[in-house]
């Protein structure tokens, strides 16, 4: 299976929200509700941020939020701050596989 | 609180067999709550899910390296293991050992990585 696709940055002010899209195929986003989301800061491992497509793990901000459309996934960060700068990756089950993107960096301006 | 911790060698020689270890503080793998196993990270390949160990030493392994890893448990000393076999260069990365809930794909507890590089 091919990784899903991630726009490479996304960047905005603080207060501001902004959203990271995911694009996979028919074969893992558009079929199964198995997508999440991961933060990753420099040196350190993920942080899981989605689940099960819109579901936050307890102590997650509720200024993560995340969707699904047919075959894309979006994580939207609402009033963006500035710790929430670092990589962001998309991740869906394939069949019987775990893909993931390739990472899109989030600046705060 | 649930402490994930690798352990092993930071180069192996090419050809040879990458073992890593993660040893699991605050709870227990031999509860069937969750499967236990390994992520690797390069700038090459991204993030990429090797493998996982469930209930009753189930594994699951991604497709494009099922013939070389084998994801092993430990009850006794709750840990668990990777031996990824023939590796190469391309083999080089961060290896993150994880948490999963059986039958969803996310992982929600990752130890802090180690670093592998294959190299002569």
């Known amino acids: 299976q091919s990784a899903l696709t991630q726009p490479a940055s996304v960047s905005g002010s603080p207060g501001q929200s902004i959203t990271i899209s995911c694009t996979g195929t028919?074969?893992?986003?558009?079929?199964?509700?198995?997508v999440s989301w991961y933060q990753q800061y420099p040196g350190k491992a993920p942080k899981l941020m989605i689940y099960e497509v819109t579901k936050r793990p307890s102590g997650v901000s509720d200024r993560f939020s995340a969707s699904k459309s047919g075959n894309t996934a979006s994580l939207t960060i609402s009033g963006l701050q500035t710790d929430d700068e670092g990589d962001y990756y998309c991740s869906s089950f394939a069949g019987s596989n775990t893909i993931f993107g390739p990472g899109t960096k989030v600046t705060v301006l | 609180q649930l402490q994930l911790q690798e352990s092993g060698p930071g180069l192996v020689k090419p050809s040879e067999t990458l073992s890593l270890s993660c040893a699991v503080s605050g709870g227990s793998i031999s509860s069937c709550s969750y499967c236990w196993g390994w992520m690797r990270q390069s700038p090459g390949l991204g993030l990429e899910w090797i493998g996982s160990i469930c209930c009753g030493g189930s594994t699951y392994y991604n497709p494009s390296l099922t013939s070389r890893v084998t994801v092993s448990a430990d009850m006794s000393k709750n840990q668990f293991s990777l031996k990824m076999t023939s590796v190469t260069a391309a083999d080089s990365a961060v290896f993150y050992c994880t948490r999963n809930p059986p039958a969803v794909y996310y992982f929600d507890y990752w130890g802090q990585g180690t670093l592998v590089a294959v190299s002569s």
């Open positions: 028919s074969s893992d986003v558009g079929t199964y509700n198995f």
